[in-house]
């Protein structure tokens, strides 16, 4: 594909599925195998070094979202496309859904491993949050952590930012995300990194994930428009 030549729609979402593949099995893969030699920081990093990677990897040819939250924020603050919306999440959510089983065939390698036991790197509140947090504690932090990645990622990848940084600076942001988070609600602020994973680790946290849904879209859609009156808007 020369620079002159836009990628197809197909190339599109192929960048999307691989770019959301490799977040999922990079971050939640370390979770699952490598979290008690890692902790929280490995995983935290793990997380912010496959968006970084990804966005210089697959980003040129799809935007590198990766994360259906991500699309919708940027469609409602009018640096994409809401017709395209639709075909992005689909992609993301067979990307991660593809990792999630790649990783659990991974996982079986290793003699008496239950993805229910052990969570599998899902989501939760309650007793299946890390430290215990409830409900409102949990959609509070993934609606705030989430808009404020939107923010980030509007500002810096904007005409006006330093060229050539977005990834350092949303890869960070990611990082300090889950930092934060990880105890609250094993960080989420992404639809299909939850479902990707939430698939195989049985009825109890497919039956919270819709909060990992919810929260992420509506926070990502709140920054989204308030960032133009905020912060001044830009033409995609």
Wanted: glycine letters at 14%; hydrophobic letters at 55%; a neutral charge.
């Amino acid at each position: 594909m020369s620079s002159t030549t836009p990628p197809t729609t197909a190339q599109r979402l192929g960048a999307e599925g691989l770019g959301t593949f490799w977040l999922v099995l990079g971050g939640c893969g370390t979770a699952v195998l490598a979290g008690k030699e890692v902790g929280t920081v490995g995983v935290a990093l793990a997380f912010g070094l496959t968006v970084l990677t990804g966005a210089y990897a697959f980003g040129p040819v799809s935007g590198g979202h990766f994360n259906p939250a991500v699309s919708v924020g940027l469609a409602a603050a009018r640096r994409f496309a809401w017709k395209d919306v639709p075909a992005y999440v689909a992609a993301q959510v067979v990307g991660a859904t593809v990792a999630g089983a790649v990783l659990l065939a991974i996982a079986h390698g290793k003699p008496g491993f239950d993805a229910v036991a052990s969570g599998f790197a899902t989501n939760g509140f309650g007793d299946r949050s890390p430290g215990g947090y409830g409900l409102w504690a949990v959609v509070a932090t993934e609606f705030v952590l989430t808009a404020f990645f939107l923010f980030v990622i509007l500002g810096a990848s904007a005409k006006r930012a330093a060229v050539g940084f977005s990834g350092v600076a949303i890869g960070l942001a990611l990082t300090l995300i889950h930092l934060v988070s990880i105890p609250v609600s094993n960080t989420s602020v992404n639809p299909a990194r939850s479902l990707g994973v939430a698939w195989f680790a049985g009825g109890d946290a497919l039956a919270q994930v819709w909060v990992f849904v919810l929260a992420p879209v509506v926070g990502a859609v709140v920054a989204g428009i308030a960032h133009a009156a905020l912060l001044g808007d830009e033409e995609a």
